[in-house]
């Protein structure tokens, strides 16, 4: 992974809340930027950066202002600079240590996956309630009972909860990582989690993304009058 850049002081006071909607997009904006890297692309326009993120160049702009980028006329806005700003902001500029909630198929799937490794998330500890998975191995970490939760965020300094149980667990799991410590979970169980105003979560429901790709789906076939 590239050296990264220490980010300078930025009192807490000065620092301006960027709306949620636009917060969603930079992850976006630093794929492509990333990818723009590799192809050898230096400066990249808001035109250009909208149009392979399928939106308008007004919104990019507007984006991007947040940062405390506004890009040069007739030149655009350099690529690597961008980058920077954007893992700035998003907090990828330190690596945040991850422990997995649930030691199932799912939990050694996300624990193996090394693209939260490559964006700066490592995956330190794996948790179980089975007596029967824990101190086996999945993706080369000991599973530890989830009795340890608090151990482990206050020892190994983890900073995120990953949920994999099934969805009839994923409450009691979210509310042992907020009694632990955590702040923000990732949740991909099923359901619904009812957290404190102060816990962030995000949630990835495979099966609601399935049904949604099922609507779109529908759009390419011809209409049957019934």
């Known amino acids: 992974m590239a050296e990264l850049v220490k980010s300078p002081a930025r009192p807490e006071a000065l620092r301006r809340r960027i709306p949620d909607a636009a917060v969603t997009r930079l992850p976006v904006y630093l794929q492509i930027l990333n990818k723009s890297i590799t192809d050898g692309v230096s400066q990249v326009s808001s035109d250009q950066l909208a149009a392979l993120a399928g939106l308008n160049a007004a919104k990019v702009r507007k984006d991007l202002s947040y940062l405390g980028s506004y890009g040069t006329r007739g030149v655009g806005y350099d690529v690597a600079y961008l980058v920077y700003q954007i893992k700035r902001e998003l907090g990828l500029l330190n690596d945040w240590k991850v422990v997995v909630v649930g030691a199932g198929n799912l ?120």
């Open 107 to 226: 939990g050694n799937a996300l624990t193996n996956y090394s693209g939260f490794s490559s964006r700066g998330f490592v995956v330190s500890s794996v948790v179980d309630i089975d007596v029967a998975k824990v101190g086996k191995k999945v993706g080369g970490i000991i599973v530890r009972h989830v009795d340890d939760l608090k151990s482990i965020v206050n020892d190994d300094n983890v900073t995120i909860g990953l949920i994999a149980t099934p969805p009839a667990s994923a409450q009691c799991a979210a509310e042992l990582l907020v009694a632990a410590g955590i702040k923000s979970i990732l949740n991909f169980a099923a359901i619904g989690l009812t957290m404190p105003n102060d816990v962030s979560v995000r949630s990835v429901d495979f099966g609601m993304e399935l049904q949604i790709l099922g609507y779109y789906e529908q759009l390419h076939r011809p209409v049957v009058c019934q």
